[in-house]
């Protein structure tokens, strides 16, 4: 069974601060994707990134970026000079493909809660 | 540009009462699904849908049923609720199979069961 493990419950920062999130994953799949979801206080599922896993490029998306390391089943999460407005759950998710009729389920890690205070 | 809408947002009900959860997308996505969020569970998926007239179980299903009679609807049922599924309940879409496909989620509904 896939499995991911996001062992940072909460992670409080100051303003300015970087943050990393970790990202533990387990699954048998040869090919799959990874992906992070932001939940605002406002409780929507933003989706921020999906990285396939024969992709080991890291990504920057301005002051965000992901750090994908497949030897260490590991797809962290860092935020550059953090704002208040960051402040949200973050997910990381696993994809697999739901062999009955076809789709893909996604398995969550249980999120960590990112507080940046001023 | 609604994507996934939910309805409704919040909802109080009683032990035994039933209710209907409506998501409804204008993406023309083939793939449904319904999660439920719980205090440091993360999402869990309760039923899914891989087109119009079809339902699948999810890891989570007892106490549910859904419905999807059309392609941009996907009803979420409680027939007797209990205290147990007091939760958020999430909808999302996807447009294929694949595994690549990022879910498109909607707003969350909060339902509590007194």
């Known amino acids: 069974a896939q499995k991911v493990t996001q062992a940072q419950t909460e992670i409080s920062v100051v303003e300015k601060e970087d943050v990393t999130l970790d990202c533990v994953y387990e699954?048998?799949?040869?090919?799959?994707?990874l992906f992070w979801y932001k939940q605002p206080p406002s409780g929507e599922l933003v989706f921020l990134i999906r990285?396939?896993?024969?992709?080991?490029q890291n990504e920057i998306s301005g002051r965000y970026s992901w750090n994908f390391q497949k030897s260490t089943s590991s797809f962290n999460f860092t935020i550059t000079a953090s704002q208040v407005v960051d402040s949200a759950v973050y997910f990381c998710?696993?994809?697999?493909?739901?062999?009955?009729?076809?789709?893909?389920?996604?398995?969550f890690g249980t999120g960590t809660q990112l507080k940046v205070e001023l | 540009n609604a994507g996934v809408t939910q309805t409704p947002k919040f909802r109080v009900l009683k032990t035994g009462q039933s209710m209907t959860l409506l998501c409804a997308q204008d993406?023309?996505?083939?793939?449904m699904y319904w999660y439920r969020q719980d205090p440091g569970m993360g999402l869990r998926l309760i039923h899914y849908?891989?087109?119009?007239?079809?339902?699948a179980k999810g890891e989570v299903p007892d106490g549910y049923n859904v419905s999807r009679l059309k392609k941009q609807n996907f009803l979420l049922g409680l027939e007797s609720a209990a205290p147990s599924q007091t939760s958020v309940y999430f909808c999302?879409?996807?447009?294929?199979?694949?595994?690549?496909?990022?879910?498109?989620f909607g707003d969350g509904t909060r339902l509590s069961i007194l």
């Open positions: 849908s891989v087109g119009e007239g079809t339902t």
């Open positions: 699954t048998r799949d040869t090919t799959y994707y």
């Open positions: 990285r396939n896993s024969f992709d080991e």
């Open positions: 998710a696993l994809s697999e493909a739901i062999l009955t009729g076809g789709g893909n389920k996604l398995t």
């Open positions: 999302a879409s996807s447009p294929g199979t694949a595994t690549s496909q990022p879910q498109h």
């Open positions: 993406m023309n996505h083939e793939y």
